[in-house]
């Protein structure tokens, strides 16, 4: 009768045994790495730099960085291993950065490693720099830590500011999917100091052009449904800015002659921030007006401009795609430069502030 | 005969159904159905759920008409004891075989998100005891061990909120841009992931005035058409078709996405949890093929149970890595589908024409 609790108390007991020996990650004996920066270097290697910190007992953080060249990413990892007092690990990657070099080259190889490890999750933010990689992290004077520090950076520029929705998801998303492609936010030193300063238009893996982060407001509008951004609006008369600006887009596909017509409906809702003319409560419907031609003027050119380049970070294909059953693929690539797309703007100014 | 207190309530049979369907397919079927279908591919986990619902109708049917009501009385019935016996044999293998693919693919899964160095063997000395316990003994046991597999990682739905921030709905449009027959090829590997139910077979005879509880066995493999749906659905709003055909596991990979302030990697968390899903999986089916063995063979319920685990121990140790555990998933699929869509119905028109001679010759 007591064979079955015999039996079972061997198997608990040689289980564990057995599986004691499995390798440990004791966070004591570990280096968490949270910014990582890869520079292409002159042969067909590239420099990789991880940024891992330490917690000092006073709150304070500081940050451990090492820099070493190699093939791969993992190769990289070995020798910076030769560097560092403690095992590095990657589980808590948030911010892997790139050179311009080497995204020019095309980043491909260099993102495959975080997709396959079930370790990194799929919200870390990717981003292209204009000088050095390894110049960048340096430059950061932070007491947080330069990993709590980028990742800030990036989430409140999401959040309000003109940087659109991105992460290693979405860049995956975007790359892999035949219709659209990827952008990055691009970093540069100014001052000595890190600067958002373009986003990076990708054409598949590789890096083909940038747009000034100040010009990025129409682009995210395009892009996405904004929740809480803000633009600006210039002509002889008045400056005026917009904030708490939300947004829906609306692709339109016709399929009228030989490469169809595209119609992109915004609808931008608004509040006045700042006004340099009078009184603008009585004006409203030509301030609106003027933004309107404003928006669309600058919406087309955006528009004309990734024609050119033939790229689509707007998905522009993947709307066609969706809405129209004939679609071919072929034909969509041969026309796409020369396609006819139009933006409609709806802007409404909700609240002028506290004053009239 | 099953004494009064062995038997479980109808009501029961909707967590028997449901948490034999919810097994491993869950976590990544995605990836593997669209292959004909494309994006189209979840309107085929609906005509699967329908196909699945004519085969428990069917299924009823048989069962019905016997006190004893199950595979073996059947088999007996209808092709004579020798014949039958050795039919009811393979049945049991089969059984086997889905008990082995799950409880493999789990522990590979366990192996690749959370422990590389996990021991196969090690780890199933842990598990084997907790399912000789479960198995040994009365079946209400096994129907709580479900009721819970079904009930507790029922919370996981809720995470399923999260990956919709990063929802493209153009993945999934144009609707209906496939052939039927594309879709209805789709809907032929979809139905892998619902062929638990053959456990059915087996344990119908402990279910309190069992022929009422045909309505629950439909509420359940509705219940399971619909998760399989949602899941299916949001993971095609979240991947787009080409980033699919890379994910192994699709469900787990919507994981990725979640982050919370205390918790950095919510997998390891839905993993554990979903060892509940995978252990009553695995209990139903071994305790229905030491069940069928008991009651072909005369071997006492529980040497037949303990025989069967040694076996299932070594079936789990033999195949190893991603290419033995895919052999597996796909020998158990083909065998499946031949079982449920081709055999029971065959079984099932011979049964009826054979109780309709007996009938006429008495």
């Not at chain 1, 035949?178 to 893996?205: V, W």
């Not at chain 2, 619909?226 to 699919?244: D, K, M, R, T, W």
């Not at chain 2, 919370?260 to 554990?272: D, L, Q, T, V, Y």
Request: with cysteine; net charge neutral.
């Amino acid at each position: 009768m007591y064979l079955k609790y015999v039996v079972f108390f061997v198997f608990l007991i040689t289980s564990l045994l057995f599986n004691v020996q499995m390798p440990t990650k004791v966070i004591d004996m570990i280096q968490m790495i949270t910014v990582v920066g890869y520079d292409a270097t002159e042969q067909d290697t590239l420099r990789g730099t991880v940024v891992a910190p330490k917690y000092l007992p006073q709150g304070k953080v500081e940050d451990f960085i090492y820099t070493d060249t190699a093939d791969t990413v993992y190769e990289n990892r070995v020798k910076l291993n030769a560097k560092a007092t403690e095992r590095l690990l990657s589980g808590k990657l948030k911010v892997v950065f790139y050179n311009r070099e080497l995204a020019e080259r095309g980043i491909k190889n260099f993102v495959e490693f975080m997709r396959r490890d079930p370790s990194i999750g799929g919200k870390v933010y990717l981003a292209v720099t204009e000088g050095s990689t390894l110049e960048l992290i340096n430059s950061v004077q932070t007491s947080k830590g330069r990993g709590m520090f980028f990742t800030d950076l990036f989430e409140h520029n999401i959040k309000h500011g003109n940087l659109p929705q991105t992460n290693l998801k979405e860049f995956e998303s975007d790359w892999q999917s035949e219709t659209t492609d990827p952008i990055l936010p691009m970093f540069s030193i100014e001052n000595k100091k890190p600067e958002l300063q373009s986003i990076a238009l990708f054409d598949g893996d590789k890096y083909v052009d940038k747009l000034p982060i100040k010009d990025a407001d129409v682009f995210k509008l395009l892009y996405e449904n904004v929740s809480d951004g803000s633009f600006q609006h210039k002509n002889d008369k008045y400056y005026i800015s917009i904030e708490n600006v939300e947004s829906d887009k609306d692709v339109a596909f016709e399929a009228k002659k030989e490469s169809g017509e595209v119609t992109v409906n915004l609808q931008v809702r608004g509040v006045i921030r700042e006004f340099t003319g009078r009184k603008p409560t009585n004006r409203l419907p030509a301030i609106e007006k003027d933004i309107q031609k404003d928006l669309t003027q600058k919406a087309e050119k955006l528009i004309k401009r990734f024609q050119e380049l033939n790229i689509d970070p707007l998905g522009i294909e993947g709307d066609v795609k969706s809405s129209n059953r004939n679609y071919d693929k072929q034909h969509f690539k041969e026309v796409y430069p020369e396609m006819p797309i139009s933006v409609n703007v709806d802007a409404r100014l909700t609240e002028t502030g506290t004053r009239r | 005969m099953i004494s009064r207190d062995d038997k479980v309530s109808g009501l029961m049979v909707f967590f028997l159904i449901s948490a034999s369907q919810i097994g491993v397919g869950y976590l990544g079927f995605q990836s593997i159905i669209n292959k004909y279908a494309g994006h189209d591919a979840w309107i085929s986990i609906i005509i699967a759920g329908i196909g699945i619902s004519i085969i428990i109708w069917t299924m009823y049917q048989m069962l019905k008409n016997d006190e004893q009501g199950d595979i073996i009385a059947i088999h007996q019935l209808t092709y004579g004891k020798w014949i039958g016996n050795f039919l009811t044999l393979i049945f049991t293998i089969y059984l086997l075989l889905m008990a082995t693919v799950v409880l493999r693919t789990y522990i590979e899964i366990v192996q690749v998100w959370m422990f590389p160095h996990l021991k196969v063997w090690a780890m199933l000395l842990l598990l084997l005891p907790l399912i000789y316990y479960t198995i040994s003994d009365q079946f209400r046991i096994v129907v709580g061990v479900c009721f819970l597999g079904i009930v507790y990682p029922f919370f996981l739905n809720l995470t399923l909120f999260f990956p919709l921030n990063y929802a493209d709905i153009t993945y999934i449009l144009p609707i209906m841009d496939h052939t039927i027959t594309e879709i209805m090829q789709s809907s032929s590997l979809a139905v892998l992931n619902f062929m638990g139910i053959s456990a059915l077979l087996v344990f119908y005879p402990f279910i309190q005035e069992s022929h009422k509880s045909q309505k629950y066995a439909h509420y359940g493999n509705f219940y399971t058409t619909g998760l399989y749906l949602a899941v299916c659905l949001i993971a095609y709003v979240f991947y787009n078709q080409s980033e699919l055909e890379e994910v192994i596991w699709a469900t787990l990979g919507l994981w990725k996405i979640i982050e919370m302030p205390f918790m950095e990697r919510f997998e390891f968390f839905g993993i554990a949890t979903l060892f509940f899903t995978i252990l009553s999986n695995v209990v139903l089916f071994m305790w229905a093929s030491a069940r069928v063995i008991h009651r072909t063979f005369g071997v006492a319920h529980k040497k037949a149970a303990v025989v069967l685990l040694i076996i299932l121990f070594i079936a789990c140790v033999i195949f190893s890595g991603r290419e033995g555990v895919n052999i597996l998933n796909d020998t158990a699929g083909k065998i499946g589908l031949v079982l449920l869509f081709i055999y029971i119905p065959v079984l099932f028109v011979i049964n009826f024409i054979r109780r309709k001679v007996r009938k006429d010759v008495s």
